[in-house]
């Protein structure tokens, strides 16, 4: 192929600056190439910047979710809690951005409207809402699988006239902190019920003169589990930094758990109660990553931990009708995201938490002052809607990325992303989707797998440089062998039965509905492997030029 001679504005342009997409600017930049960082927020720290509402915290073990401590970057960096809330979580990343000296590099409240490919001279054009033009040989989204902001679409919604606002677009000062919103006394209704409400509802729920909670479909939750971190035991952990970094890089998910040997289905009765019975107890995701190997692909052995969440429901909520309506009968255990929970179930207990089912009674409008179910009226002064995110591809629809020939990324992936190893797209040559559609970031510890996959993005584009090569685009066999084996190998999972935020699903307009998973569940350790041996044979299943 020809290429034009254009030499563009950077040689790399990194969208986001959570905590993957600041990484990956700073690699860039030490290994001596150009690069420029944009970001729609004032500052770093993305999913931490953005989510500012009570309750937002960790779900993974703080001490395995950082990354820039793990690695030395920030290495006295002290944890203050097993899971680290959200003020903590975003002192994190500006203390990680102010250690590798990132922000001169970005421009904030800035967004990217367009990313167009110039084929002639091989390099993308970038249209900024400023009205602002740049080019770049190489464009690379860190936009986070967690980002476009989903509002539901309900008749009304923008007549209210008392506080409304979604979970992840806290209401902030004119300092850009967010409220300390006063709840006592008011009548407030949250929506969703996802792992944002979870968190929301126990706190709202201490002072609210009165907590609806609109749900449409229930979460099998279990408890987080988080107590604070002593200065002694954080001196211990940041003593097993390195072995801890290794652990998790060989777990599936880079969570510090592993799977049991056994299958539920070889289990006495007994003996696995009593197993259930101690990962409930123990603190975080371990029961839904320690449990036994067969958890997601045998529909028996989930049932048995099904059931043994559901009593556990059934002995926290005293209302029993309540407690039914909070037991989902829709999808597998770990068939969604697991929302960790503090004091969840014990809300419903309270006397001014009531629990409005949304599949029984629908929503019909927003109005002036509440909210109308099919069979009532609610009267309401706030309205939190936690109702989650256009997940994984998401932010990239929200752009306008065009490749060869004009086509667009979002018509491009219709029916379901197509990609290899979940980085490139084949007709988007240069375009690199970290924590992406595919692969393996997004189903993971985000903290670990998005700087392990930063790193290896780095040294193609170092490999690029070095060879006086300038185009990166996969072959159609590789992607459609990649993108094959990863809608086979979600199928064989119980993963497939439900709708979490990970699956896309299409309504065709004959009726016909398409279901793809956006990730890649084969694990991390494969995956990398998987990544390692392409650049070991050249970034074999790309064509480069």
């Known amino acids: 192929m020809v290429i034009g001679e254009l030499k563009p504005d950077f040689d790399a342009v990194v969208i986001g600056a959570g905590v993957t997409g600041i990484y990956q600017t700073h690699l860039l930049e030490q290994s001596g190439l150009s690069v420029c960082g944009i970001e729609a927020g004032a500052d770093v720290g993305g999913t931490w910047f953005w989510n500012r509402y009570p309750?937002?915290?960790?779900?993974?073990?703080?001490?395995?979710?950082?990354?820039?401590?793990?690695?030395?970057?920030?290495?006295?960096?002290?944890?203050?809690?097993?899971?680290?809330?959200?003020?903590?979580?975003?002192?994190?990343?500006?203390?990680?951005?102010?250690?590798?000296?990132?922000?001169?590099?970005?421009?904030?409240?800035?967004?990217?409207?367009?990313?167009?490919?110039?084929?002639?001279?091989?390099?993308?054009?970038?249209?900024?809402?400023?009205?602002?033009?740049?080019?770049?040989?190489?464009?690379?989204?860190?936009?986070?699988?967690?980002?476009?902001?989903?509002?539901?679409?309900?008749?009304?919604?923008?007549?209210?006239?008392?506080?409304?606002?979604?979970?992840?677009?806290?209401?902030?000062?004119?300092?850009?902190?967010?409220?300390?919103?006063?709840?006592?006394?008011?009548?407030?209704?949250?929506?969703?019920?996802g792992a944002t409400g979870v968190q929301i509802i126990p706190i709202v729920a201490e002072s609210a003169g009165e907590l609806l909670v609109f749900q449409r479909s229930p979460n099998w939750c279990t408890p987080l589990g988080n107590t604070p971190i002593?200065?002694?035991?954080?001196?211990?952990?940041?003593?097993?930094?390195?072995?801890?970094?290794?652990?998790?890089?060989?777990?599936?998910?880079?969570?510090?758990?592993?799977?049991?040997?056994?299958?539920?289905?070889?289990?006495?009765?007994?003996?696995?109660?009593?197993?259930?019975?101690?990962?409930y107890n123990q603190p975080g995701y371990g029961i839904w990553l320690s449990g036994f190997r067969d958890l997601l692909v045998n529909k028996e052995s989930n049932k048995f931990l099904a059931d043994f969440v559901a009593g556990k429901i059934r002995q926290r909520v005293k209302d029993q009708r309540v407690a039914e309506k909070l037991i989902p009968t829709d999808h597998p255990f770990g068939g969604k995201r697991v929302p960790m929970e503090t004091n969840y179930y014990e809300a419903y207990n309270k006397a001014n938490v009531h629990l409005i089912d949304i599949r029984e009674a629908p929503i019909v409008e927003i109005a002036e002052t509440g909210i109308r179910t099919a069979d009532a009226f609610h009267e309401l002064d706030v309205i939190i809607f936690a109702t989650g995110f256009d997940a994984v591809t998401g932010s990239l629809d929200r752009i306008d990325i065009r490749g060869k020939g004009g086509k667009r990324l979002k018509d491009a992936?219709?029916?379901g992303p197509t990609t290899f190893l979940g980085l490139?797209?084949?007709?988007?040559?240069?375009?690199?989707?970290?924590?992406?559609?595919?692969?393996?970031?997004?189903?993971?510890?985000?903290?670990?797998?998005?700087?392990?996959?930063?790193?290896?993005?780095?040294q193609m584009l170092v490999y690029l440089t070095a060879k006086g090569l300038s185009f990166a685009e996969p072959t159609q066999a590789a992607e459609d062998e990649w993108t094959e084996s990863i809608y086979r190998d979600f199928s064989r999972t119980l993963l497939a039965e439900a709708n979490a935020w990970w699956v896309k699903t299409t309504t065709k307009p004959d009726g016909t509905v398409v279901r793809r998973t956006l990730v890649h569940v084969g694990g991390g350790p494969e995956y990398r492997k998987r990544c390692e041996q392409v650049a070991y044979h050249d970034y074999e299943g790309f064509e480069l030029a």
């Open 55 to 193: 309750g937002c915290r960790l779900d993974t073990e703080s001490y395995a979710y950082g990354y820039f401590a793990l690695k030395g970057i920030i290495p006295d960096w002290e944890w203050q809690e097993r899971f680290a809330s959200q003020p903590e979580m975003l002192r994190y990343a500006n203390s990680a951005a102010d250690a590798m000296d990132v922000r001169k590099l970005y421009r904030f409240n800035t967004k990217v409207v367009a990313a167009h490919y110039q084929e002639a001279s091989n390099v993308w054009e970038i249209t900024l809402d400023s009205g602002d033009i740049l080019t770049c040989r190489h464009l690379i989204s860190a936009t986070g699988p967690l980002s476009a902001t989903r509002m539901p679409d309900i008749a009304g919604i923008d007549t209210f006239k008392g506080e409304a606002f979604h979970s992840s677009r806290w209401p902030v000062d004119e300092d850009g902190l967010p409220r300390d919103i006063d709840f006592t006394g008011k009548r407030v209704g949250i929506i969703g019920t």
């Open 230 to 279: 002593s200065k002694d035991e954080m001196a211990v952990i940041r003593k097993r930094y390195p072995n801890i970094l290794e652990y998790v890089k060989v777990t599936d998910t880079a969570f510090p758990y592993h799977r049991d040997h056994r299958k539920a289905i070889d289990v006495p009765a007994e003996e696995r109660e009593a197993f259930f019975e101690q990962l």
């Open 413 to 415: 992936w219709a029916d």
């Open 424 to 458: 490139q797209a084949r007709g988007f040559p240069n375009f690199y989707t970290l924590v992406g559609p595919h692969n393996g970031s997004a189903f993971c510890n985000v903290g670990v797998c998005g700087g392990l996959q930063a790193e290896w993005v780095t």
